[in-house]
């Protein structure tokens, strides 16, 4: 990662190095601030062009932030807020009970948390927070596990590991080992979204790139994966706790 500073401001930014990219083109969005170079650059020739943009990527990160304070306002963890899960949304219970610190359960019509009533009120968000970020990792291992069962009994890769992350700019990523990382927040989108990149992580470990060939292997078992993957960048600021 490299940084911008701007006044007092600091953007962090990636490069990413792409045989199909002819110039370096600056986007900003749910993935943050990401820089996509020919691979034939180097970095000292990339950094000194992000400096001079350095503005533009200013006002665009700052309309980034305010549009997602509109789109994903602060949660303050109270009854008649409400998560997602699995492309639902469910309102949000809190009921006050004895004994545990704080745990959660998913109802057909809601999410019920019943938080120690012993717990001061500052204390209550991050508990509930908390105790929220362990269960949908819980349900994101499950999840992820399954569809990457059924997908790679088409595929056929090895895989090595699985890990699940609270990545701030990537839903997915794999290394040339076969091991694959996943963003739990994932689980909160859609079950044909998962799936999108549950394919995009397998098909990395036969192309790692983004070649026309990956593309090809991904539209083979996702033929509307360009939908799914403008859904993705659409909406997945939305996908949050």
Known sequence: MQNLKIGSTVISYSIKKSFRAKNVNISVGVDGVQVVAPVSMDDSEIIPLVEKKREWILNKFESYRQRLAQIRPVREFVSGETLLFMGKDYPLKVIEAEGAFASINLTDSQFLVYINKDIPLEKRREAIRSELEQ?????AKRVIQERLELFNNRIGVNI??????????????????GNLNFNWKLVMAPTYIVDYVVVHELCHLIQMNHSKEFW?????LIPDYKERRKWLKENGIKLNV
Do not use: E, L, P
């Open 160 to 177: 090595n590991t699985v890990r699940f992350k609270n990545q701030k700019t990537r839903w997915g990523s794999c290394s040339n080992k």
């Open 135 to 139: 269960w949908y990792i819980s349900k």
């Open 216 to 220: 090809q292997q991904v539209k083979s």
